[in-house]
């Protein structure tokens, strides 16, 4: 079932400490768009058809990655794409957005999710990682 925007944006704003749902959207963004560069094929679409139709477009049309990114570095292009974040204020719009999208997702299709990502991205999920 997908997710309403608002209440998408709700959790985002809520669990980053958001002052404005503009910062909530602004680093959903950012994170789908590396997040979708990340996934491949039918998991990427099912984790679209959940997802409000706006995110779900940035989810599908990710920019190119020559590589997937372990989650350190993951978290440094987070940095680098919202203005005047720091590594450290990434990590927490990575886990706000991340664990909003696990909510979403369900178990099963989180799951798949992680086993397309390098290592570690369990933790950034706010989940540990399968095994």
Same mark, same amino acid.
């Given at each position: 079932m997908?997710?309403?925007?608002e ?16 910062e909530a ?6 994170v789908?768009?590396?997040? =979708? ?14 997802l ?18 372990p ?10 794409w919202?203005? =005047?974040a ?32 390098p290592?570690?991205y369990g933790?950034?999920? =706010?989940?540990p990682?399968?095994?």
């Open positions: 997908t997710v309403r925007r209440a998408f944006l709700d959790q985002v704003k809520e669990r980053g400490e958001y002052k404005t749902p503009q959207d602004r680093a959903a963004r950012v789908l768009a590396l997040l =979708g560069a990340h996934l491949v094929g039918e998991v990427r679409a099912q984790l679209a058809a959940r409000p139709e706006g995110f779900a477009l940035i989810l599908l049309n990710p920019p190119q990655s020559a590589e997937p990114l989650p350190e570095r993951f978290v440094r292009a987070t940095a680098a919202i203005e =005047g720091t590594e450290q204020t990434a990590v927490w719009d990575v886990g706000a957005v991340l664990s909003t999208v696990a909510d979403a997702t369900g178990a099963d299709l989180l799951k798949q999710i992680l086993l397309q990502l290592a570690g933790l950034l999920f =706010g989940r990682q399968p095994t």
